[in-house]
């Protein structure tokens, strides 16, 4: 069973992000405050979850939080300034646009940069042992498998609804017979095919 957060006296937001490991699009960034009384038998890190299951999660998230907000760091900024500095600054920008500001920060990872003067813990696999961390990484990756589902329809012969951006063989076999598009990551090397 996940805990509700670390702190529990405190105003306190779970914040997650989607997408670093992909070839193409957006990082997404999702911070989560959730209430104190909160439960759901379900919650669990997006990535151990059913596309059905996260969907249906969401609209619990979005319709019991205190608030949330999610963002998206685009591709320019992601070859500017690299995937992990990318990364933090959607989680700043998440965590900005909430309308109650966090007392404590928890953050799914090992790696983050200080957000004003807000004191924060990073929790590696936090998102399968905190809700609010939970609820941030079903919104960044809902948000965001959205986001490329809508980029399909542009790009299809990249196959984005299936693979959303993410380097599996027939979206490195697609940029290999296409190239690559405004969409991608340029600063990120596409393995070639004949490597695992």
């Given amino acids: 069973m ?3 957060k670390i702190h529990p006296h405190l105003v306190e937001c779970g914040t997650d992000e989607a997408g670093r490991g992909c070839l193409a699009g957006p990082v997404t960034a999702a911070a989560v405050i959730l209430p104190d009384d909160f439960k759901h038998p379900f919650l669990n890190d997006s990535k151990q979850l059913s596309e059905k299951k996260r969907l249906q999660l969401k609209e619990i998230i979005e319709a019991e939080a205190i608030c949330y907000g999610v ?7 992601i070859d500017q300034i ?8 959607g989680m700043h920008r998440s965590i900005a646009t909430l309308i109650k ?7 799914d990872g090992n790696r983050f940069k200080p957000y004003g003067k807000t004191p924060y813990e990073c929790v ?9 961390i939970a609820a941030a990484s079903i919104l960044a990756k809902t948000y965001r498998d959205d986001f490329m589902l809508a ?10 609804k299936k693979n959303k951006g993410y380097p599996t063989l027939d979206h490195r076999l697609a940029i290999e017979v ?10 990120f090397r596409v393995k070639s095919l004949n490597e695992s």
């Fill in 2 to 4: 996940l805990k509700l």
């Fill in 82 to 89: 690299n995937i992990l500095n990318a990364s933090i600054l």
């Fill in 124 to 132: 590696v696999k936090g998102d399968g042992k905190y809700l609010h």
């Fill in 101 to 107: 500001q966090p007392q404590f920060i928890a953050i």
């Fill in 178 to 187: 296409n190239g690559r598009c405004k969409l991608h990551r340029m600063s």
């Fill in 151 to 160: 980029q399909h329809d542009l790009f299809p012969h990249f196959n984005w």
């Fill in 71 to 77: 963002v998206h760091v685009m591709m320019d900024e």
